[in-house]
């Protein structure tokens, strides 16, 4: 599965300590994050993960243009929930892309565990069969 992670600034040692504590299911799939995300987790866990932007550089666009093409699975996107933050135009248009396609997404500790807990046990396998760069449709054959 292809697992996109974005984290606010407030919420960077929180996603890395969420990801060192699942280390083992998230080895299995592939992942991508914004770059500093990116970099505080591979760092912190080894894992393979591909780099994108960072959020102010258009990072959490692409992740958008991904989910809108399909090749995004889950979403975990970490947002800063202080009362006194700006609106987030990206985060928001990212989330409704989300919304559109159907794609599970964990904004906090709670529910990510949830999400991959279940990736683990195999509930998110309906994934495979809409997602046309899964491995799933990459071996289907073609007449």
Not at 7 to 26: S, V
Not at 31 to 59: D, F, M, N, P
């Amino acid at each position: 599965m292809e697992i996109a992670i974005i984290a606010a600034d407030t919420k960077k040692e929180l996603i890395t300590q969420f990801c060192i504590a699942y280390c083992g299911i998230l080895s299995k799939h592939n992942l991508c994050a914004t770059s500093i995300t990116a970099k505080y987790i591979s760092e912190a866990t080894g894992l393979k993960i591909e780099r994108l932007l960072t959020g102010e550089q258009g990072g959490e666009q692409q992740i958008t243009t991904r989910v809108a093409y399909n090749e995004i699975d889950i979403l975990l996107c970490f947002r800063d929930t202080r009362s006194d933050r700006s609106f987030n135009e990206e985060e928001q248009e990212l989330l409704l892309t989300c919304d559109r396609y159907n794609i599970p997404v964990a904004t906090n500790i709670a529910t990510a565990e949830v999400l991959i807990t279940a990736l683990d046990r195999g509930d998110l396998e309906w994934r495979n069969f809409l997602n046309p760069t899964s491995d799933y449709n990459r071996k289907k054959k073609t007449f």
